[in-house]
T-cell receptor, first 110, second 113 residues
Framework: RKEVEQDPGPFNVPEGATVAFNCTYSNSASQSFFWYRQDCRKEPKLLMS???SGNEDGRFTAQLNRASQYISLLIRDSKLSDSATYLCVVNPPGNTPLVFGKGTRLSVIA | DTGVSQDPRHKITKRGQNVTFRCDPISEHNRLYWYRQTLGQGPEFLTYFQNEAQLEKSRLLSDRFSAERPKGSFSTLEIQRTEQGDSAMYLC???????????FGQGTRLTVV
């Protein structure tokens, strides 16, 4: 099983739609979780951290299910500017750097 | 600009040549990471430093790859005897030791012809 797995998409959705991305991770002792956003030919940028209690930032909601080793990102009222690749990122235990999933590509269509 | 900076942004080289990339992290960050990204894939971890100490290098792709951070500030990544399969985006990131959030530079895109 890969360390971090994501559905690669692409997800093509109309403006205003709600879209959800899922991610699973293999190491149950992983400590920190993030969603990064990457625009075409640009570097990844932190979108939000993921907390056990779930967290929301405007139209974006992230949730963590430690029992199922599952992370989700929900985007409500999609905008054209949300088109990007969304990377699920996990920090395994120990002195180990961030592990990235392959990313899920989102295209929001007018 | 106080973010992570990488140089050069683009590099085209002939197969067999050596290349060296530079990364300047955010000044107060003591951790520095190198990742490689190919088309359609997420960033793949290569190596990282805490200050000048290289804490993990087993993920470097081969013995042709090496990295240094001699004074605990900027870092260099060298690829010797480049191969076409080395063509990729090489990303540098930095973070505070106390934080797992990493900030990325814009990357160096390497093309080996």
């Amino acid at each position: 099983r890969k360390e971090v797995e994501q559905d690669p998409g692409p997800f093509n959705v109309p403006e205003g739609a709600t879209v959800a991305f899922n991610c699973t991770y293999s190491n149950s002792a992983s400590q920190s979780f993030f969603w990064y956003r990457q625009d075409c030919r640009k570097e990844p940028k932190l979108l939000m951290s993921v907390y056990s209690s779930g967290n929301e930032d405007g139209r974006f909601t992230a949730q963590l299910n430690r029992a199922s080793q599952y992370i989700s990102l929900l985007i409500r009222d999609s905008k054209l500017s949300d088109s990007a690749t969304y990377l699920c990122v996990v920090n395994p235990p120990g002195n180990t750097p961030l592990v990235f999933g392959k990313g899920t590509r989102l295209s929001v269509i007018a | 600009d106080t973010g992570v900076s990488q140089d050069p942004r683009h590099k085209i080289t002939k197969r067999g040549q050596n290349v060296t990339f530079r990364c300047d992290p955010i000044s107060e960050h003591n951790r520095l990471y190198w990742y490689r990204q190919t088309l359609g894939q997420g960033p793949e971890f290569l190596t990282y430093f805490q200050n000048e100490a290289q804490l993990e290098k087993s993920r470097l792709l081969s013995d042709r790859f090496s990295a240094e951070r001699p004074k605990g500030s900027f870092s260099t990544l060298e690829i010797q005897r480049t191969e076409q399969g080395d063509s990729a985006m090489y990303l540098c990131a930095s973070s505070l030791e106390s934080s797992t959030e990493a900030f990325f530079g814009q990357g160096t895109r390497l093309t080996v012809v």
